[in-house]
Each structure stands twice: as structure tokens, then as C-alpha cells.
């Protein structure tokens, strides 16, 4: 029998390696096998799960760097890194998104390659047009390309609210696209939405509340349009997870089976029931389990076939969004990820519905869907620095002195005694201790430069069970928060409110990753703690295979040299939903597309100014300016400040207004 390995994840590794056998350590031979190998690239990619998330888009170079293949497959890459480096010699500061605009494209080419191939493969004697649905981001230069890039596809848009629909009608101009109405509607949405076909617009007005069926009969009348119309069904089928209030009888849209009923009843008596032409549900955001879609598909195509055969002209099926994203690249139905892949989806909506038509012999229908996260997600990256560390103490402690504080001998004593044996009881020991000195401190007995050296010695001790805990196959209950209490602080460039709204407000998961030194080992573990003045603005739940991490493996920070993290996935929901806390305002964008030499600037976006987040508050920077010069004025004649102290405020305070709201690093 050989020597057992030596496991690679502890510290150093020096200590622990064997002499070979003239006793000399070896340095540039990897000859022995307990020399821990470097890192590799792969180890980062398995540590960061990329492949799990981020293919077929993102992966990591030769040189430690990520790197982004816009087009997935079909080949070209940039160097995420260098292209950072590289805008913002163009002035574009940290925090910087990054679209890529290929990527956006090859998402809408793989929906609806996922739905041709089930089509072709259940012989479905219909079609699919997909809709995309604004609230996912409304940005403009990224809905225009959506639609561009959705042209050979018919693809539609989906509009919620008014504004939505403002923006869908003067978007969409692809022939046969569909206009999908949903939303709370009063009169004038669903006129504009009923005139909009005299546009050529193929707009459907989907009925999500009982009063809308009035509305939109009289609206129809008054205007002499034959609109078409849709409603959307509260299934029993309930999503599951965060969205899963979005069905179920007591969902907040949709018309129950009754009120369904009725509204027929309404349209035929208004002799408009051969409007009715579309079904719509829609169970909720990231659906991380097929089995809940099957079950949604199955109670939907039994209300569509009897729709149809009540008299209503059937054409289409509208199924909603819910195709989720693999956040963690589990490939499970955890809720940050999902067991199933866009072409099982598409397979089971297509064989569901023909199944459901063909059993009663009806036409089947043309299939939509309403798929935002799955499209917009991937082709944003949200790139920010790290400004800084914050570590707990780790200086080894001087030996007490005789004429010290018992309690401070008492803490150095449970120090030197940790080992193997008593690690647990040592923690415990060093916490009542550490207790202990403080309300000495707080009793007038223990002086500050006491209490710092207390805090130091009972952080040394944590720092010494840690060390042990790590070599332990079982980590008893209560030692298992000593990692997290011990981890590194990152303090990023960034406002977790206005960037990642989600993952403070719905605990939702994003990935991660350093953009450069992947190749060498991230030996830190560290949360990451925001801009903002809030305890919130931190981010500290992270992807795992298993479930979720509470730290993320960082690199050391070299001096003067950037620390560019990048967060993934995130181009669904977070830019809109982002708010101005603490007035950290909207990050610089830009737009990429690859070109046959490598890249090219399509857009930028300039983040918001000071000036223009004081704004939205009706501060006006003029009048800001004004009662700083009155201010200055008043202490240059009180003598106060000098001319120059008084110039050199004015001039930070108005490019302080000009500039980004973010630190410049
Ligand atoms: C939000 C929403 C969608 C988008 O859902 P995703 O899960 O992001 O695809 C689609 N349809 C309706 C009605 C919605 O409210």
C-alpha cells in the first residue's frame, strides 16, 4: 500500500511535504507526487461551475481569463479581460454592463430551433411564434435588435402595461408578428391595442380581468373594428417556488373557469364570440421542475379543445413564460436552476397540445410562447472591482505576561492548547472569554489596549480551530458558521440595489466569477459588501453544486493592480427593477458585436450622472452650486476658509455633480 495522498486543499502545503530521500526539498521538479500540482483553468471552472451555467458563451483562456463566445458555437470569442482593460481606456468606468448583442441573437435562434425540431418531430401540423415580453428589459437599443434579430422567425412582442404597448406598436414592425396585450387594461389601452390593427399590426387583446370583457366589447362597437381577442385562464396547475402565486384559483390575473364561462356567454350575446381566438396562461417565473409545465400544458390544452368546441374560433395557445435559467448549473429542479433543457420544454408544450387537438379532432394551434428570462438573461455582464478587503485579525499573538489580565492569560492559555483533541471545547472556551473581557471593558476593568488585545487573541484562536476544523471529515453543528464569521470582506464597486435587485429582495443567484487569474488559486473566501450604507447591499449567498454557499474563493488583491469580478446572468428583470438607493444611479452599458476582427462598439450608454440622480429627486445641480458659492462667500468674509480652500471646494463639488455616481478606481 502506498502513502496516502496528501489532500491539496490545505494552506501551504509546505509543511506537510516529505523530504525525498537525500533529505533536500525539491522546488522545480514536479517529479514527486505530493508536490500540490498549480492550478489549473478546469479547477476554476469546476470551482465557478461555468460549464453547468455559462455554455455555451462563457469559459476561460489559456491566459486565466473568461471569455465570452457571443455566438456559442459557431465560433469567434473576446477576451472579457482585456476588453474591460480596453473601454475603459475609453473613459467607460466601473461598473460597466456589457451586452453582447450575438448572444441575444443566438438565444432567439435557439428557441425557436428548439421549437421547429419538436415540430417537425411530432409531425405538429402548426407552427410556432414566440413573443418576447418587454417587462423582462425594456431597453431600447435591446428591443430593437430583439426584433430585428427576431424578423426570419415572425417573432412578436409581449406588452404588460400602456407603456408597454407604446413601446411594442412603434417597435414591431415585422409582418405577422404578433402584438400580445396583457395586463390590467382600461379603455385606452385596448383601443390603441384594437386600432393598432388597422396598422397591420396583428394584436390581440388577452383578457385578464372580468371587467375587460365589457370594455373590450364596447370598445369594439364604438370603433367598428372585429378585434382579436384572447383570455387568460387561472390554471389549478400551481408554478412552484418564488412565482408560484402567479396560478392557482386565488392567482391575481387570469379569469377562473366560471368567469371564462361567462365571458362567452358575454362575447356571444355581442355576437363577438368568433373573436375569441387565444388562450393564454402563464404559472410563473422560472419553472425549475418539467413535471409542474406538463402539468400546466395538459390542463390548458383540455381548456383550449373545449373553448374551440364551444363555438369560440380557436387559432392560438399562448403558454406563457417560465422557461427557466440554470443559475447554478445543477441541471435540478432547485430553484436557482432546472431539470430540463429549452428542446424538453418545447417537446412536451408541442406533443401536449397535438395530443389534446388530435383526441377530438380539432385543428391544432399555432403555438406562442412568452419566454423572457430564457432569451434576455444570458447577454448582459456586469462587470465591478473590488476596492478593498476587510479581514479579521491574524497577526500570532505574543505570549501573555505574567502581570496581565487573567482573562487575557486565560485566552492565550485556551490558544496554545488547541489541538485535535479539544478544538471544540477550546471554541467555546474562547468565545466565553472573549465575552467575558468585553463586559470587563464595559465595567471600567479592562483598558481599550486590553480589549484589542483580547479581540486579537480570540480571533488567533478561531484562526487555529479553523485550521483544524479544515482536516476534519465531520465538522460538528457548532463549528460550522467559524468559516463564515471568518471570512474575508470584498467591498465592491457596485449597488446590489440598483445591479442585482433580485438577489437582495428574492435571495435569486447569480454567478460570479473573477475575470482574470483564473489560473491561479483563489485562496480567499470572502462575501462581497456594496456601495451603499445598508446592511442589506451585501452579497453572501453564492451557485454550488449542493445547494448554496455562503462564500464565495476569491484571489488575494495585489497592490495596484484592478481585482475585476463579473456577474452573470443577469440581464432579465435587474436593470429595470434596479432602484437609486443611497442615489447610486444607472452603471455605464455597453454594446458589443463580434466582428470578423474581433469587436466593435455598437452603443454606449452613459450611467447616470450625479446631476441626473439628484434630479430625480428635484434637486436642481444649478441651485446646489449656488448655495455652495453663497456658503463660501459667507466664510471667505468671516474669515474662515481661505480663497483657495474656497475654489478648490467649488470646483470638487461641480465635478463631483458631473460625474459617475460610482468610485473611481
Ligand atoms: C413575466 C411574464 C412573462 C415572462 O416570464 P419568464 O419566466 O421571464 O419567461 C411572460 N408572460 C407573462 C404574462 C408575464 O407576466
Redesign the pocket.
Known amino acids: 500500500m502506498g502513502l496516502e495522498p496528501i489532500r491539496e486543499e490545505t494552506d501551504t502545503g509546505a509543511d506537510r511535504r516529505a523530504p525525498n530521500e537525500s533529505g533536500v526539498e525539491e522546488d522545480d521538479r514536479p517529479a514527486a507526487k505530493d508536490v500540490a500540482p498549480s492550478w489549473t483553468i478546469e479547477q476554476s471552472e469546476e470551482l465557478y461551475r461555468i460549464k453547468g451555467w455559462g455554455e455555451p458563451y462563457f469559459s476561460i483562456n489559456a491566459a486565466g481569463h473568461a471569455i465570452v463566445s457571443p455566438k456559442g458555437e459557431r465560433g469567434g470569442s473576446l477576451d472579457l479581460y482585456e476588453l474591460v482593460q480596453a473601454l475603459k481606456l475609453r473613459d467607460l468606468g466601473l461598473p460597466l454592463l456589457i451586452r453582447f448583442s450575438d448572444i441575444l441573437e443566438d438565444r432567439i435562434e435557439r428557441l425557436n430551433a428548439c421549437f421547429a425540431k419538436a415540430i417537425a418531430r411530432y409531425k405538429y401540423p402548426g407552427s410556432y411564434r414566440g413573443v418576447f415580453?418587454i417587462?423582462?428589459n425594456q431597453q431600447r437599443h435591446l428591443i430593437e435588435d430583439l426584433v430585428r434579430f427576431g424578423e426570419p422567425y415572425q417573432f412578436g412582442l409581449?406588452a404588460?402595461s400602456k407603456p408597454e404597448l407604446a413601446i411594442a406598436l412603434a417597435t414591431l414592425k415585422t409582418p405577422g408578428a404578433l402584438l400580445i396585450c396583457?395586463g390590467y387594461k382600461d379603455r385606452a389601452y385596448i383601443e390603441t391595442a384594437m386600432l393598432a390593427r388597422r396598422l397591420g399590426q396583428t394584436a390581440i387583446v388577452v383578457l385578464e380581468q372580468v371587467e375587460e370583457v365589457q370594455i373590450a366589447i364596447d370598445a369594439a362597437r364604438s370603433l367598428g373594428i372585429d378585434p382579436v381577442l384572447g383570455v387568460r385562464a387561472k390554471l389549478t396547475s400551481k408554478g412552484i417556488g418564488r412565482w408560484g402565486g402567479s396560478s392557482g384559483d386565488r392567482a391575481k390575473f387570469g379569469l377562473t373557469i366560471p368567469e371564462i364561462v361567462r365571458a362567452i356567454e358575454q362575447l356571444e350575446a355581442a355576437n363577438m364570440l368568433h373573436c375569441l381566438q387565444l388562450l393564454h396562461f402563464?404559472i410563473g417565473?422560472?419553472i425549475s421542475s418539467i413535471s409542474v409545465i406538463k402539468d400546466a400544458i395538459r390542463e390548458a390544452s383540455q381548456i383550449y379543445v373545449s373553448l374551440a368546441q364551444s363555438g369560440a374560433q380557436m387559432k392560438y395557445l399562448d403558454v406563457?413564460?417560465?422557461?427557466a435559467v440554470d443559475y447554478d448549473g445543477s441541471k435540478t429542479n432547485f430553484h436557482a436552476s432546472k431539470n430540463y433543457n429549452m428542446q424538453n420544454y418545447a417537446n412536451d408544450i408541442v406533443a401536449e397540445v397535438k395530443e389534446a387537438c388530435q383526441e377530438r379532432d380539432l385543428p391544432v394551434p399555432t403555438l406562442i410562447s412568452?419566454?423572457?428570462?430564457?432569451i434576455a438573461s444570458h447577454q448582459s455582464v456586469l462587470v465591478f472591482d473590488v476596492l478593498g478587503t476587510s479581514e479579521v485579525c491574524t497577526d500570532l499573538p505574543e505570549p501573555t505576561q505574567e502581570k496581565e489580565h487573567l482573562i487575557l492569560r486565560n485566552l492565550y492559555e485556551t490558544y496554545r492548547a488547541i489541538a485535535v483533541e479539544n478544538y471544540q471545547e477550546a471554541y467555546h472556551d474562547a468565545i466565553q472569554f472573549k465575552e467575558e473581557a468585553i463586559s470587563l471593558f464595559n465595567f471600567g476593568y479592562l483598558s481599550l489596549r486590553e480589549r484589542a488585545r483580547a479581540e486579537q487573541l480570540y480571533w488567533a484562536c478561531c484562526r487555529k480551530i479553523q485550521a483544524i476544523v479544515g482536516e476534519q471529515e465531520y465538522v460538528p453543528d457548532d463549528l460550522e458558521d467559524l468559516e463564515k464569521i471568518m471570512a474575508s470582506i470584498y467591498y465592491v464597486n457596485l449597488s446590489v440595489f440598483q445591479s442585482a435587485p433580485d438577489s437582495w429582495a428574492i435571495d435569486q443567484l447569480f454567478p460570479i466569477v473573477p475575470l482574470h487569474r483564473l489560473d491561479e488559486k483563489p485562496n480567499i473566501r470572502a462575501t462581497l459588501a456594496d456601495l451603499t450604507c445598508d446592511s442589506d447591499g451585501k452579497i453572501d449567498r453564492f451557485i454550488d453544486l449542493l445547494d448554496v454557499k455562503s462564500l464565495l474563493e476569491l484571489h488575494p488583491l495585489h497592490p495596484d493592480e484592478p481585482y475585476y469580478l463579473g456577474m452573470f446572468l443577469g440581464g432579465?428583470y435587474q436593470e429595470i427593477m434596479g432602484n437609486l438607493h443611497n442615489l447610486f444611479g444607472d452603471t455605464n452599458t455597453v454594446h458589443i458585436k463580434l466582428t470578423p476582427k474581433g469587436y466593435q462598439i455598437e452603443h454606449v450608454v452613459k450611467g447616470d450622472s450625479v446631476t441626473e440622480v439628484l434630479g430625480y429627486v428635484q434637486y436642481d445641480a444649478e441651485d446646489l452650486v449656488e448655495s455652495i458659492r453663497k456658503q463660501t462667500e459667507q466664510a471667505l468674509q468671516e474669515g474662515t476658509i481661505t480663497l483657495q480652500e474656497s475654489q478648490r471646494l467649488l470646483r470638487n463639488y461641480e465635478q463631483s455633480l458631473s460625474g459617475y455616481t460610482y468610485l473611481n478606481s
Open positions: 415580453p417587462k423582462c409581449e404588460g396583457n402563464h417565473s422560472q406563457g413564460g417560465g422557461l412568452e419566454s423572457g428570462r430564457a432579465a
